[in-house]
């Protein structure tokens, strides 16, 4: 067939690129095509004036390009301008065929840049309006997976001013669900860049998308709520998206456990807006926000990444003075508690950052809750500490700090019966104590810079009061003002850091030890 290629006669040439391109729809043909020259033949059938030549030509680059081992060849070929120039194309074969071919060209980031250098992002931009289906769906897929890359967003942020616009305006008109999904799924991967992230709603995105919200296809849902998860970051935006109705839609979702990618995106917008300050929160609460995320942490059927999510949320809902209230007034409290006991570390980690933050409030009704809860259900909040400081040491170090910080949270509170619970707790004594042993063998896990520097830190922590003091000794390890002599360096200090709070922590059992005498 490739010899059939370099014949004179233009049929025998059409008829060879035909079934040239029908054999590469074979995974071993396509690599054995490309290794024995095919593609300098076929870009010569590209460059040719003759329509059914560029038909049969792109078209076999297109299937050829599905390999992941032809992809940098291709590159490497020369195509990607002849392919470019195609796509713009006035026969709709050749058009289509060109923009499929570009599309397979985007699925790596060193091609993407290939394919930018190539100029092809502003023929893409201008097939989101073709009447062709498949072109349009082609290129705007193309896009999507060129906006992955911060490099190819600063492209299309600088080049293509009328790119929101145009996806916008495309929303608006009635188009296949795959097309309209991979539009919401290009403003999500915009919306990865905070210009974006404003722009899009300036430019009407959120009536456009919300429809879409609303309607029966899992898939454009899915990737609304995607996209409305990155617009929700910027703070400017979550008035906007209250005000268009989107709070009592994205709520309503939480407890789908069907489909748990659903829930996470819709769980994680509604955190995303409820971190945001200075607003009014009633809206959250009077869209029954909290019935439905308790009915997701009863559900057995909830996924453990979105048991994550809700932990998540929760502790940021635990932040807010309108918010904390019903997590303690619902019950939640219980639920934080045996969410402790999940086997998901970073679960874990946020339903104690909750009942200590919830502790940090200082009012009667959480401390009645925290002494309910102390040793039940499961072990309630002390087995809780127990097990999460009694990990292994090269379990997470955050997850074993936050449960230091959540005893001392609930050591310092005013009421007795839960301090005497805490302080003349052996095993809970025991656990902390077993933690601050590490700063014993700091020196022997780092280098000597390292441990002379974490060294004059803590020197310098002494004295203050606890909570000054590790912030001191964290913001030391994360401003890295330490000689990283080898990569366990690192991790040393963080476990001193801990060692240090427990160490801090100690002091407080001690002193309300002597309190109590």
């Known amino acids: 067939m490739l010899y059939l290629l370099q014949s004179a006669y233009i049929d025998v040439q059409h008829g060879a690129s035909a079934a040239l391109g029908n054999l590469a729809s074979v995974v071993e043909n396509k690599r054995l095509i490309v290794k024995m020259g095919g593609l300098e033949l076929l870009i010569r059938q590209m460059l040719s004036s003759n329509t059914s030549a560029q038909i049969?030509?792109?078209?076999?680059?297109?299937?050829?390009?599905?390999?992941?081992?032809?992809?940098?060849?291709?590159?490497?070929?020369?195509?990607?301008?002849?392919?470019?120039?195609?796509?713009?194309?006035?026969?709709?074969?050749?058009?289509?065929?060109?923009?499929?071919?570009?599309?397979?060209?985007?699925?790596?980031?060193?091609?993407?840049?290939?394919?930018?250098?190539?100029?092809?992002?502003?023929?893409?931009?201008?097939?989101?309006?073709?009447?062709?289906?498949?072109?349009?769906?082609?290129?705007?897929?193309?896009?999507?997976?060129?906006?992955?890359?911060?490099g190819g967003r600063n492209v299309l942020w600088d080049s293509q001013p009328e790119l929101i616009d145009m996806l916008v305006k495309a929303l608006h008109r009635p188009l296949k669900i795959k097309i309209q999904s991979q539009i919401v799924l290009t403003l999500r991967n915009l919306a990865c860049d905070s210009r974006y992230q404003v722009q899009i709603v300036d430019s009407g995105g959120l009536d456009a998308l919300l429809p879409l919200l609303q309607s029966s296809y899992t898939i454009l849902i899915t990737s609304t709520c995607a996209c409305l998860r990155n617009l929700s970051i910027d703070s400017r935006n979550e008035t906007p998206i209250i005000c268009s109705g989107f709070l009592p839609e994205l709520v309503d979702l939480i407890p789908q456990a069907d489909e748990p990618d659903l829930q996470c995106h819709a769980i994680s917008t509604v955190r995303n807006m409820a971190a945001n300050s200075g607003q009014d929160k009633q809206a959250f609460i009077d869209s029954g926000l909290f019935d439905r995320v308790k009915i997701a942490l009863t559900d057995s059927r909830t996924h453990p990444k979105v048991l994550c999510e809700l932990a998540a949320a929760l502790s940021v809902f635990a932040l807010n003075d309108q918010l904390w209230r019903p997590i303690v007034e619902l019950g939640f409290c219980k639920l934080l508690v045996q969410l402790t006991r999940c086997r998901d570390l970073e679960a874990e980690y946020n339903a104690c950052l909750t009942l200590g933050t919830l502790a940090s409030k200082g009012t009667a009704e959480v401390y009645d809750e925290l002494v309910r809860l102390w040793r039940a259900p499961n072990g309630g909040i002390r087995g809780c500490l127990i097990k999460i400081?009694?990990?292994?040491?090269?379990?997470?170090?955050?997850?074993?700090?936050?449960?230091?910080?959540?005893?001392?949270?609930?050591?310092?509170?005013?009421?007795?019966?839960?301090?005497?619970?805490?302080?003349?707790?052996?095993?809970?004594?025991?656990?902390?104590?077993?933690?601050?042993k590490c700063k014993a063998v700091l020196s022997s896990s780092c280098s000597v810079a390292s441990s002379t520097r974490f060294s004059s830190v803590i020197d310098d922590a002494k004295g203050k009061q606890a909570d000054a003091a590790d912030s001191h000794i964290m913001a030391f390890i994360a401003n890295g003002e330490h000689t990283v002599a080898n990569g366990r360096d690192h991790e040393a200090l963080r476990a001193g850091a801990l060692a240090c709070q427990a160490i801090s922590l100690i002091d407080d059992f001690s002193s309300q030890q002597v309190a109590g005498k």
Do not use: F
């Open 56 to 150: 049969n030509s792109v078209g076999c680059i297109t299937n050829l390009a599905a390999d992941e081992e032809n992809k940098l060849a291709i590159a490497k070929s020369g195509a990607l301008v002849p392919l470019t120039r195609l796509a713009r194309s006035k026969d709709q074969r050749v058009q289509r065929n060109a923009t499929g071919a570009l599309l397979n060209m985007t699925h790596r980031p060193e091609l993407r840049l290939m394919l930018i250098e190539a100029g092809s992002v502003a023929v893409l931009v201008d097939l989101i309006a073709s009447v062709d289906e498949e072109t349009q769906y082609y290129a705007i897929t193309a896009l999507s997976n060129i906006a992955v890359d911060v």
């Open 389 to 436: 400081m009694t990990l292994p040491e090269y379990a997470n170090t955050n997850v074993r700090s936050i449960a230091v910080w959540l005893t001392k949270t609930l050591l310092g509170c005013v009421r007795a019966d839960l301090v005497e619970r805490i302080a003349c707790d052996a095993q809970l004594v025991a656990a902390i104590e077993e933690i601050a």
